[in-house]
């Protein structure tokens, strides 16, 4: 049974580009959440999908957005890439309770 | 607005000794909370976990103590061993929301030494 996955692992962009990351999550998950976590800090709630609607979502501006599809995988697309969005993003699925994270993208903006 | 606040950033600890890493909270409102595990590379790995009507869980080598009245919990690994080496997370959910939004705190790295 293969875990999360995400895709792609690293990426580089340039400041105003626009970025979508990819996940995968564990089969039978329904519930995606994804993550930034900075260098340093611990991973920061970015938002919540689940039945293809956004369900909670933390303090990140509306740059970041994303999407679920019917089969549960999810995209995270960040807009007008900044250079404070350097970080790695995880994607964790949700299942009785606990969510199972991915090995996470990460994301450097030049 | 660090409402987790993990305050040691590292731990150097000798293999078989105990481990000891301590978590802080601010909002009264959390009633679970976590502890992940992340090595390099990969993404965290959930550890183990309390809630808020207890004040200790136990699951091998590992317990977690909640102390309420002073919003601390903190994570016993004992024997520690030199795989227990990583980076380690305190989460924190409210109103029993444990499949949603965390709340994690800076981490602390630790060493385990042979």
């Known amino acids: 049974d293969a875990g999360v996955t995400q895709s792609p692992t690293h990426l580089i962009k340039t400041r105003g580009q626009q970025v979508t990351l990819r996940c995968s999550p564990k089969?039978?998950?329904?519930?995606v959440s994804w993550y930034q976590q900075a260098l340093g800090q611990g991973p920061q709630f970015i938002f919540q999908y689940y039945e293809e609607e956004e369900r909670q979502r933390g303090n990140f501006p509306d740059r970041f957005s994303g999407h679920q599809f019917p089969n549960y995988s999810s995209e995270l697309n960040v807009n007008a890439l900044l250079l404070g969005d350097s970080a790695l993003y995880l994607c964790a699925s949700n299942f009785a309770g606990q969510q199972f994270f991915g090995p996470g993208t990460r994301l450097t903006v030049l | 607005d660090q409402q987790v606040k993990q305050n040691s950033p590292s731990l150097s600890v000798q293999e078989g000794r105990i481990s000891i890493l301590n978590c802080d909270y601010t909002n009264s409102m959390f009633d679970y909370f976590l502890w992940y595990k992340k090595y390099p590379a990969e993404g965290p790995t959930f550890l183990i976990s309390?809630?808020?009507?207890?004040d200790k869980n136990e699951d091998g080598r590992f317990t977690v103590f909640l102390n309420k009245s002073a919003k601390h919990l903190s994570l016993h690994i004992v024997p520690s061993q030199p795989g227990d080496s990583a980076v380690y997370f305190c989460a924190a959910s409210a109103f029993d929301n444990q499949g949603g939004k965390l709340i994690f705190g800076q981490g602390t790295e630790l060493s385990v030494k042979p």
């Open positions: 089969s039978g998950h329904d519930t």
């Open positions: 309390i809630s808020s009507i207890k």
